[in-house]
């Protein structure tokens, strides 16, 4: 428990510092772009943590999600025939090329093709997503270390197995990196794919309440995306945690083996 | 049980062509353990890997007890010289030993099991739930043997398997091979690159030399059984039969021998030979070098 509350406090104490910061400099402010914070933490409450709860921000975590999880099956499958392949070394230059045009820059042809949807709009997300999962799976596949795939043949394993057993398990830690990039464009894309012929989401909140002059409600929507970002990253890192322990021991005892 | 018939191993092809060897011919009998021996780059591993059916050989064939080896069998394990590359880093030591049964044994609890039995015959009873990382390197190939003898399998392959460990776990481990083999009845067929280890644990010590490589000799090794560090490698017959062997390795005609001089073939220096005379004083090495 106390360990517990060091970590957090560890954590937080310098955003907190920042608030506090904040809450007093924007104390009385006039300015019509940065209103006082408590203002806008008002807005806050009355917007996320209770009006746009159920109609803009679970629409976007829904999409957020589905489109990453599409994105990413799509990337890990891909991923991994192209690393066992013989052509991962012809196809990837065109891949990274993929990866580099910014996902925002389709929106308009997802649009034209799609229509306004939430398919549409997960579509977006998980064409961003797909990218960094599948180069890096790619590699992780690409990169097992040979005796691996002996000593899978060598327990005559079923290809099932050896695919899900032993290559899979030993390309993760590159795929899960992978996925921790995709994370991050899956949330930017969320918010772009908003931000266009929209009705609703935290994207559109922003929209909507810049083109109205509403300020506390722009920033409240910024706060909260950037709480979402932060969460998302914490349970990230909880998943990398869990599922890489392996991987992170094996690193730490060869660190000290060489040391 | 093991039989090697003219089998023949290249890599490259045309101008490149790399013969490993030509026309092998070598065979393991049941319950028996024979030592595989030679220079360094001789073949030693690519023959492993076509007895194992990870490669394919040229020409010739593989069998046991008549079934042809087109592929990895059932019946045969293969432990790896590099246990830090051959176990599986994210499972644990029990989740390792029974990877090879999961596609053998239905019932997990019978999977279980077997997966207990076989780390307890190597001694490892209570790190079950530990990961090979986690473990020194003598018992992380403990752990690899303990994976391949869960399935029991009728032959046992090891390719250098005691290569990256100190002397006292080496020779713990050749004990236990050998115990295994009395326990389980497996045949067993080691690829080593010390002499000691090869006529201490061998029924039979196969010596393979040149380009391609071919049986330049087996030496039967008529020492008492059961094996003894102490007892057994101070014997009379132990030093002679490893002072032939290293002989041999070493392409050293008998006319060679009696006219005094020294030719070690090219690739031999990775051979123990230092080590080798220096624990018991070969004969004629002597002579030599006064
Ligand atoms: N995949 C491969 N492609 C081409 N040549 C190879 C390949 N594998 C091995 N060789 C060559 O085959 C020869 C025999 O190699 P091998 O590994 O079987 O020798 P070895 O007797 O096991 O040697 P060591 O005692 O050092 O392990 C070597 O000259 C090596 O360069
Ligand atoms: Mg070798």
């Not at chain 1, 629409?59 to 990337?75: C, T, V, W």
């Not at chain 1, 795939?149 to 290809?159: A, N």
């Not at chain 2, 002397?167 to 080691?190: C, H, I, K, W």
């Amino acid at each position: 428990m106390n360990k517990w509350l060091r970590e957090i406090v560890a954590e937080l104490w310098l955003p907190c510092l920042v608030v506090l910061f904040w809450w007093f400099t924007s104390r009385g402010s006039q300015s019509l772009h940065f209103p006082p914070l408590s203002v806008i933490l008002e807005r806050f409450g009355q917007d996320w943590l209770f009006a746009r709860f159920w109609t803009d921000l679970l629409p976007s975590l829904r999409n957020f999600g589905f489109g990453l999880l599409i994105g990413a099956m799509i990337g890990a499958a891909a991923g991994t025939a192209l690393g066992l392949s013989r052509v991962a070394r012809h196809v990837l230059p065109l891949l990274e090329v993929m990866r580099a045009i910014p996902v925002i820059a389709l929106i308009p042809l997802i649009i034209m093709m799609l229509g306004t949807s939430d398919i549409e709009k997960i579509a977006i997300i998980a064409f961003g997503s797909i990218w960094p999962v599948l180069l890096n799976t790619t590699e992780g596949v690409r990169n097992i270390d040979p005796t691996l795939r002996d000593v899978g043949r060598s327990l005559t394993l079923d290809r099932g197995s050896v695919l899900f057993r032993v290559i899979l398990p030993a390309a993760s830690p590159q795929i899960v990196a992978g996925l921790r990039l995709s994370v991050s464009i899956a949330l930017v894309a969320t918010v772009g794919s908003e931000l266009f012929a929209s009705t609703r989401g935290i994207g559109y909140v922003i929209l909507s309440a810049t083109q109205g002059w509403d300020m506390p409600q722009m920033w409240a929507a910024l706060l909260m995306l950037g709480i979402v970002g932060y969460a998302l990253n914490g349970l990230m890192t909880l998943f990398e945690r869990r599922a890489l322990r392996w991987h992170w021991g094996r690193a730490a005892i060869n660190r000290a083996a060489t040391r | 049980m093991l039989k090697i018939s003219r089998l023949s191993m290249s890599y490259g092809s045309d101008s490149q062509l790399k013969v490993i060897f030509r026309d092998l011919d070598c065979s393991v009998e049941k319950g028996e353990v024979v030592c595989l021996v030679g220079p360094s780059g001789v073949g030693k591993s690519t023959l492993m890997r076509c007895i194992a059916g990870l490669s394919k050989p040229v020409a010739g064939k593989v069998e046991l007890d008549g079934t042809l080896v087109d592929r990895p069998l059932r019946d045969v394990s293969l432990v790896f010289q590099d246990y830090s590359r051959s176990l599986m880093p994210w499972l644990k030591v029990i989740g390792n030993v029974t990877l090879p049964l999961l596609n053998r044994i239905a019932s997990k609890q019978e999977r279980l099991a077997a997966a207990h039995a076989a780390i307890e015959a190597v001694g490892l009873r209570g790190n079950e739930d530990k990961y090979p990382w986690q473990l020194s390197g003598g018992m992380q190939q403990r752990v690899a043997i303990a994976r391949a003898i869960a399935c029991k399998p009728r032959l046992l392959l090891m390719d250098e398997p005691f290569a990256s460990v100190d002397a006292q776990t080496r020779a713990d481990l050749e004990d236990l091979t050998l115990r295994l083999r009395d326990q389980f009845g497996m045949s067993v067929l080691v690829v080593t690159h010390d002499i000691d280890e090869s006529v201490y644990m061998s029924d039979r010590v196969v010596v393979l030399r040149g380009s391609p490589a071919e049986v330049v000799e087996t030496v039967d090794i008529p020492l008492p059984v059961p094996r003894d560090q102490i007892s057994t490698k101070t014997e009379p017959r132990f030093a002679e039969l490893r002072a032939h062997i290293l002989r041999q390795i070493r392409g050293e005609t008998e006319l060679q021998k009696t006219s005094g001089r020294v030719g070690p073939v090219a690739g031999s220096a990775e051979l123990n030979v230092a080590r080798a005379s220096s624990i018991t004083a070969i004969p004629d090495q002597i002579q030599r070098q006064a």
